[in-house]
């Protein structure tokens, strides 16, 4: 979850996950009261305050996914039409099958504000669109966090093994980003042309393997000496 702002929520969204089998719970650049208080109440983490013990604090989205070959962010998509591949949340567990390499993936979760910004979704291969009322668009984040594990856990059982999809090696979160700082600082140098945001999706779309982001980091480089 990124920049989670409310104690409640966080232990509501730790005990949704406990529900449904998932445990790896790691928060990006929280408001440090909250979260402290998060820990010490646990009032709405019934049953699993363990989750919330052992939850682990980033400052950014890249190392909070870090060790997951897939970073999918979440979000109803009310008046938006952000540059990303849209999945419907009764596809997402297909999508992480065919696209995880066979590797972790992760699932990010926007503030309760105004969720995930465009900077944040940039950061994320796809969007897993939760769909709600156009009256009522904004889910609480707690429940979000249990509509989307219901789903993967529901539709998860019975597929085949992760040995079987295992597929090519997929860059890490935190390649990802130092690829794109690199082009970022590239371009700001020659003249720009491309905000951050565009460079982290281009990023993302054609490099999610390690040796596509390889040629890219390399070229980036050569073209900066020129």
Not at 136 to 143: D, E, F, K, R, V
Not at 148 to 165: H, K, S
Not at 184 to 191: C, D, K, P
Not at 203 to 220: F, P
Request: aromatic content about 4%.
């Amino acid at each position: 979850m990124a920049r989670p702002r409310n104690p409640v929520n966080i232990g509501a969204a730790a005990r949704a996950m406990a529900n449904f089998g998932l445990s790896d719970l790691a928060a990006a650049a929280p408001h440090p009261p909250v979260w402290k208080e998060a820990l010490t109440e646990n009032r709405a983490a019934v049953g699993a305050g363990h989750l919330l013990d052992r939850a682990r604090v980033y400052d950014s989205i890249p190392s909070a996914a870090e060790g997951c070959s897939l970073v999918l962010a979440t979000s109803a998509l009310n008046r938006r039409s952000p540059d990303r591949e849209v999945i419907p949340l009764p596809r997402a567990a297909e999508y992480i099958r065919n696209n995880s390499g066979g590797g972790r993936t992760a699932i990010v979760f926007g503030p309760e504000k105004h969720g995930l910004t465009e900077e944040d979704l940039s950061r994320c291969r796809a969007i897993i669109a939760v769909p709600t009322d156009d009256a009522q668009p904004s889910m609480n984040l707690a429940h979000a966090v249990a509509v989307v594990c219901y789903e993967l856990a529901a539709r998860d059982r019975g597929a085949p093994d992760r040995a079987a999809v295992r597929g090519k090696a997929a860059a890490s979160p935190r390649e990802l980003e130092s690829a794109a700082e690199e082009i970022i600082s590239f371009l700001e140098r020659t003249g720009g042309g491309k905000s951050p945001a565009q460079v982290r999706r281009a990023v993302q779309d054609i490099a999610a393997g390690k040796e596509a982001l390889g040629l890219m980091r390399l070229l980036a480089r050569r073209a900066s000496k020129l």
